[in-house]
């Protein structure tokens, strides 16, 4: 049917920039909201950051003017570029798109595997 894959996760230092992308692949109509979340250990899920079709974009405070989020319709991905990492930031790095099939066309929320990201000296 329909899958996401993420990739760019990994060991950063303090400080470090990484660059994630999340490729949806599939019987795709259309993709909505597309949006990265994370998960830290002991913790639960949280929003990181999203972006409508339009290229609106919304993000949690603890990232604003740090991470930015963007899109490629074209390729149906979403990137999470990350900079001035911080060792809070470590968590498992989750990709959700709303994907509209035809046979669904409102769409249904689609998960990734996630990808660990590891901000540590």
């Known amino acids: 049917q329909v899958q996401l894959v993420e990739s760019g996760g990994g060991l950063v230092q303090p400080g470090g920039s990484l660059r994630l992308s999340c490729a949806a692949s599939?019987?795709?109509?259309?993709?909505?909201?597309m949006g990265w979340y994370r998960q830290a250990p002991g913790k639960e899920r949280e929003l990181v950051a999203t972006?409508?079709?339009?290229?609106?974009?919304n993000g949690a405070d603890s990232v604003k003017g740090r991470f930015t989020i963007s899109r490629d319709n074209a390729k149906n991905t979403v990137y999470l570029q990350m900079n001035s990492l911080k060792a809070e930031d470590t968590a498992v790095y989750y990709c959700?798109?709303?994907?509209?099939?035809?046979?669904?066309?409102?769409?249904?929320?689609?998960w990734g595997q996630g990808t660990q990201v590891t901000v540590s000296s």
């Open positions: 972006i409508t079709l339009g290229g609106i974009t």
């Open positions: 599939g019987n795709i109509f259309n993709i909505y909201e």
């Open positions: 959700k798109a709303k994907i509209a099939t035809f046979q669904a066309i409102l769409g249904n929320d689609c």
